[in-house]
């Protein structure tokens, strides 16, 4: 008697299976969302009770659950791990933090800018939140003053300020923490807390790639929700804010990148054959992460040092992420605009440097913004449903900005070695077994001892 698993009937549903195992993520959210916009507009009953669960019960919890342990494992590793770097490298580390600092200041200025001149979340309004609600809080019984600022900021316990996913004052205990670490006089003991909460961080980013691979049936569930309360205004409304944030991104470029560029006479052709591809990879994949090998290595032929890599681009991924920070500037104000909040500019700017600040540190995962946004969200008691809308186009903002954060990344080393006047300098022999991160320290030769005229001078051999 034949096995079942020897028939052809099994045999035919194991390769259908696997076929749909190749299909790539995209074409699994075009196919959702087209499906999910369908039924918003024959079904809209159906979508408003049940479909709309797959965003907002489901698919969003399960992303708040990780802000405590991310965010605060995050920062303490982003600003932890890079002690002996900063120590050897010295000028070239603070020249480096204070130009991602500039640069993504600016770049959450050009996102606010353009949300505010356009006002994409202005068409749609969402019904199930009243506005009086954030005003009253706003305006209470608790105005924002010195007491409450810093109520707000410094936590009484941690276990509380996790429970209540109180994204800012975990961002200030993970600061904290992290320079605490930094500070401690033993490399070993320091060794073991960035390597637990590296831990941490890896252990926390996997199940988040097990919650993306969700991605598309929530993007669905959140279009047919969208479009089943909003009609076709919706999708004219996120269709706007998709052409905010790609404007916003363009002006970037033209208006930053090019002329730090020109200033410092970067070399055109060479810059983008190794620019290209990289780029290709991080706009088709949505992540920063997996372009990160080929980053390197075109940097190393473009002449930029490896030591110089090794620290600028680890923690330019940690710190630098202009498409992000421009991104979450224009969708937060995406978010009140939809729930019918006017920011004023002084509100606008406290929250957007509590947002930036909130930011470093962020995953290079697909998706990564939407925990940051959404931390951000419940933090001001902003509408969760506003961000369900903006899951559904998403993808599409996600590719531009990550393209952006790689492309920033990749002149930041440039402008650091060209800083250091170390561009494209002679460089040591490295073995081919060797990481491209190695550190200049590693690759130089050893300093030894000699004696010359009956005193011991230290030379390079």
């Given at each position: 008697m034949t096995k079942?698993?020897?028939?052809?009937?099994?045999?035919?549903?194991?390769?259908?299976?696997?076929?749909?195992?190749?299909?790539?993520?995209?074409?699994?959210?075009?196919?959702?969302?087209?499906i999910g916009?369908?039924?918003?507009?024959?079904?809209?009953?159906?979508?408003?009770?049940?479909?709309?669960l797959l965003s907002t019960a489901i698919f969003l919890p399960m992303l708040?659950?990780?802000?405590?342990?991310?965010?605060?494992?995050?920062?303490?590793?982003?600003?932890?791990?890079?002690?002996d770097e900063i120590e050897r490298l010295g000028g070239l580390a603070v020249k480096s933090l204070v130009y991602f600092i500039v640069i993504t200041i600016i770049a959450m200025g050009?996102?606010?800018?353009?949300?505010n001149v356009f006002k994409p979340g202005h068409d749609l309004r969402l019904a199930s939140y009243d506005p009086k609600d954030y005003y009253a809080k706003a305006n209470g019984t608790s105005p924002v003053t010195l007491p409450t600022l810093l109520a707000n900021t410094i936590p009484e316990s941690i276990i509380v300020a996790g429970f209540n996913n109180k994204s800012l004052q975990l961002?200030?205990?993970?600061?904290?923490?992290?320079?605490?670490?930094?500070?401690?006089?033993?490399?070993?003991?320091?060794?073991?807390?960035?390597?637990?909460?590296?831990?941490?961080?890896?252990?926390?980013?996997?199940?988040?790639?097990?919650?993306?691979?969700?991605?598309?049936?929530?993007?669905?569930?959140?279009?047919?929700?969208?479009?089943?309360?909003?009609?076709?205004?919706?999708?004219?409304?996120?269709?706007?804010?998709?052409?905010?944030?790609?404007l916003g991104l363009f002006t970037f470029v033209i208006c930053v990148f090019l002329?730090?560029?020109?200033?410092?006479?970067?070399?055109?052709?060479?810059?983008?054959?190794?620019?290209?591809?990289?780029?290709?990879?991080?706009?088709?994949?949505?992540?920063?992460?997996?372009?990160?090998?080929?980053?390197?290595?075109?940097?190393?032929?473009?002449?930029?040092?490896?030591?110089?890599?090794?620290?600028t681009l680890p923690i330019g991924y940690s710190f630098n992420l202009d498409g992000t920070t421009l991104y979450l500037g224009?969708?937060?104000?995406?978010?009140?605009?939809?729930?019918?909040?006017?920011?004023?500019?002084?509100?606008?700017?406290?929250?957007?440097?509590?947002?930036?600040?909130?930011?470093?540190?962020?995953?290079?995962?697909?998706?990564?913004?939407?925990?940051?946004l959404g931390a951000a969200v419940s933090q001001w008691g902003l509408p969760i449903e506003a961000l369900?809308?903006?899951?559904?186009?998403?993808?599409?903002?996600?590719?531009?900005?990550?393209?952006?954060?790689?492309?920033?990344?990749?002149?930041a080393c440039y402008v650091m070695a060209k800083w250091e006047g170390r561009f494209r300098e002679p460089q040591v022999e490295i073995d081919p077994d060797q990481s491209p991160t190695q550190s200049r320290a590693e690759v130089e030769p050893a300093p030894v001892d000699v004696v010359k005229d009956g005193k011991e001078e230290t030379v390079v051999a």
């Open positions: 079942f698993s020897e028939s052809p009937a099994w045999k035919a549903v194991t390769k259908a299976f696997q076929l749909i195992g190749k299909i790539h993520q995209l074409w699994w959210i075009l196919i959702f969302s087209v916009i369908l039924c918003g507009l024959f079904a809209q009953q159906f979508s408003k009770d049940y479909l709309k708040k659950i990780v802000i405590f342990p991310i965010i605060l494992s995050l920062l303490i590793v982003g600003i932890a791990s890079h002690a050009v996102g606010l800018i353009w949300a961002t200030f205990v993970g600061v904290m923490f992290g320079v605490a670490i930094l500070l401690m006089p033993h490399p070993k003991e320091r060794k073991i807390l960035v390597g637990f909460s590296d831990a941490v961080v890896k252990a926390t980013l996997k199940y988040v790639e097990l919650v993306v691979r969700f991605v598309p049936i929530a993007i669905g569930g959140s279009l047919a929700a969208t479009v089943a309360s909003n009609g076709v205004k919706a999708l004219i409304a996120l269709g706007k804010l998709i052409g905010v944030v790609y002329p730090i560029a020109i200033i410092t006479r970067l070399p055109w052709r060479d810059f983008f054959k190794a620019w290209w591809k990289p780029v290709t990879i991080a706009f088709v994949t949505a992540s920063s992460d997996a372009a990160l090998g080929l980053v390197m290595e075109n940097l190393l032929e473009f002449g930029v040092p490896a030591d110089i890599i090794a620290w224009s969708a937060f104000l995406f978010v009140a605009q939809s729930a019918g909040i006017d920011l004023d500019a002084g509100t606008q700017i406290v929250y957007m440097f509590t947002l930036l600040l909130m930011s470093k540190g962020i995953a290079g995962l697909p998706r990564a913004s939407l925990i940051t369900s809308a903006i899951l559904g186009v998403d993808e599409i903002m996600d590719m531009a900005r990550t393209a952006v954060n790689v492309t920033g990344n990749m002149l």
